[in-house]
Every structure is written in C-alpha cells, then in structure tokens.
C-alpha cells in the first residue's frame, strides 16, 4: 500500500511537470543563419575568388552550399582563409553507401568538411522529383550521421492563390518529420513562385507564414520546437534583408542568386549580423 501512494505521488508530481512545461515557452536561444546555395553555378576559379573576397562575420552562422563538385575545394578554401564559413551540400542520399551510380553519401559530405546538407529543395521536388518520403528519408539519414538538414518547404503559385500554403507547409513539414524527433534542423519556408524571380514575398506575409510554421513545429516535435531556425529563402537580396531580419520568427536567410557574388552575399550577412547585435 505504502508504495503505491510513493508511485502514485510520483506519478501526480511527473504529470504536473510535464503539464507546465508544455504550456511554457521555453527561453529560446535560436541561431541566425545567412545560408548561400550557389545551384548549378560557380567553377573552381570563382570559388577561390569568392573565398578570397568574403568578409563574412562571425556575428552570425555564414553557411555555404556549392554544387558538389566544389566540395572539397571549397573546404580548403575556407581552410586556408581562417573565415567563419561553414560548408553545406545541396542535395544527399539516404543510404550509407553502395550502388547509387551519381549519387553522394552524408560520410562523403562528412569527409569533405560539410556540417549541413539542403534537403528538399523545391527545384528538387520539381525537377528530380523528390517528395516528402524521400525528404524524410534524406532527413533522418543526415541526422543519423551528424550532418544538420536544412528542410525546404514552400507553396507554389496556385497554391497561395488557392489559398492551399498553410494546408501544402502542415503536410510537408509533417512528411519531413516523420519518426523524427531531434531539433537540430534548419527550416527554410521558400515559396516557389519567389525564388529566382525578383518577386520576393513581403516581410510582413513572410513573418506571418514563420509563426505558424512554428506552430506546426509545435505539433511535431514539442516545446523544444521554440529553438528551430527558420529562415526565409525566395529573392532575398540586400536590399530587403533588413525588413526580414526585424521580424520576430525569421532567423536569417537562404539565398540563391545574390549569394554568388561575395560583394551582394556580404551585404546580406552584415544586415542580420547588426541585428544579432542590436537584440
Ligand atoms: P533565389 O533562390 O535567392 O535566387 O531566389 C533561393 C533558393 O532557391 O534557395
């Protein structure tokens, strides 16, 4: 009997716990990212200039992603140039190793210095059509193996206009995090119809659509889902960095076309590195 009370009370102490600490807003300490993906450009000689020229800042996490042939000569570069840059791949495979002809493996990336690797790109999804099991597949094997996924979601043009974007994010995320229950992910809300096209969504829509991507995030993974980055990605440039980097749920930026250029990209990470210092 004595020891039944002794569970019961433990049980009763456990539950009250557990019941604040879903209902507090755990102090989030969330990092800021102005992550570059290069796509499809960029030769060994461009690398070596742009390492040369990049400032960059240790004020926020610099993250570069070149196509993977620039792999390796990049993580030298970055080496060589003692710069507070990271590295990242755009794409990965699922499995550890073995007969995917073309294809490149999380302990490949690992070996050539990449810490994070872009997964679920929206030019994936479209033109190697990618979906969210293979996304979730590539997630759980970059968290298996150490390497931090940066989660790409984002709704296409129809979509917003048939007011679909909240119903297309909840299902992406959802497939993303399937059986995943780490937060050491990156999120980068990229609408299709942004990217690449000089129409970038408004800081204000942007930081909306950000906070109820938390709220998913939320649902998915708990309390601890307060900590995630999540960036947005979609004609970022260096004019319009600064309406982004004062919005409350929007923790930097993950830029194509103006991350190619080390001048464009500094002026980038200079904005959210003055709003790191500034908060
Ligand atoms: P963009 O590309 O900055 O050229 O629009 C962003 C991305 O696709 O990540």
Same mark, same amino acid.
Request: hydrophobic share 35%.
């Given at each position: 009997m004595e020891q039944s009370i002794e569970i019961y009370i433990k049980n009763l102490v456990r539950d009250a716990i557990s019941h604040t600490l879903s209902g507090l807003e755990l102090q989030h300490d969330r990092k800021t990212y102005v992550i570059g993906n290069w796509k499809m450009n960029n030769m060994v000689a461009e690398a070596a200039e742009f390492f040369h020229d990049l400032k960059s800042n240790k004020n926020v996490s610099v993250v570069i992603c070149p196509p993977t042939q620039l792999l390796y000569p990049a993580h030298l570069l970055i080496k060589q140039s003692g710069k507070p840059i990271a590295l990242g791949s755009q794409n990965v495979h699922w499995? %550890?190793?073995?007969?995917?002809?073309g294809e490149t493996s999380t302990s490949m990336l690992l070996d050539v210095g990449c810490e994070y690797v872009i997964i679920g790109h929206s030019e994936r999804r479209q033109y190697?059509?990618? %979906?969210d099991q293979l996304v979730n597949k590539k997630v759980k094997q970059a968290l298996k193996t150490g390497l931090t996924p940066i989660i790409c979601i984002g709704e296409t043009l129809e979509e917003k206009n048939s007011r679909q974007t909240e119903r297309v994010l909840t299902t992406q995320l959802f497939g993303a995090l399937k059986d995943v229950s780490s937060s050491e992910v990156i999120i980068a809300y990229e609408p299709v119809w942004a990217i690449g096209t000089g129409q970038s969504a408004t800081a204000d829509s942007a930081q909306q659509t950000h906070a109820y991507i938390r709220s998913v995030l939320k649902q998915i993974l708990?309390?601890?889902? !307060?900590?995630i980055s999540i960036l947005y990605g979609g004609s970022a440039n260096e004019s319009n960095a600064a309406d982004y980097c !004062?919005?409350? %749920?929007? %923790?930097?930026v993950l830029v194509?076309?103006?991350?190619?250029k080390a001048q464009s990209f500094d002026g980038i990470i200079n904005v959210f590195a003055k709003g790191e210092k500034s908060k």
């Open positions: 499995a %550890d190793q073995g007969a995917y002809t190697a059509g990618e %979906d708990g309390p601890q889902a !307060v900590g !004062v919005m409350p %749920d929007i %923790d930097g194509g076309g103006a991350s190619l």
